[in-house]
């Protein structure tokens, strides 16, 4: 059975950093994307950064270029999410997602077939 499982986050400062793990199990087809995303209550659910499996292009929103960066370790089938200069406007549940699919907007939502639980990030002021 496929699962990610997310770690590592928590409660933070203003200017604080957190760095998330997404761990990957059971996957017997390679996945191709992996993305985290993030969603406030009464809010959409954003992508926030993403990271191709195999050709290691990664993609983050203008937005939060040069705070977040998305990495990997293969070896691990784990993907990190570097959150620097935290603002309380970045608290959110924060997703890991996954796909076999061929991508079309690494931003979507609905590219992504598998998702972890979800973990909480508070930045307070």
């Known amino acids: 059975q496929v699962r990610l499982v997310e770690s590592g986050g928590g409660s933070v400062q203003t200017g604080g950093s957190l760095r998330l793990s997404c761990a990957a199990a059971?996957?017997?087809?390679?996945?191709?994307?992996m993305a985290w995303f993030r969603q406030v209550p009464g809010k959409e659910r954003e992508g926030v950064a993403a990271i191709h499996i195999i050709g290691s292009e990664r993609y983050v929103p203008d937005s939060l270029k040069g705070r977040f960066t998305i990495s990997q370790d293969n070896a691990k089938n784990t993907v990190y999410l570097q959150m620097n200069n935290l603002t309380p406007e970045d608290s959110a549940m924060y997703y890991c997602a996954a796909t076999q699919g061929v991508m079309s907007n690494v931003f979507a939502r609905a590219e992504y077939d598998d998702w972890g639980q979800g973990i909480q990030v508070t930045v307070s002021s």
């Open positions: 059971g996957y017997t087809v390679r996945r191709n994307w």
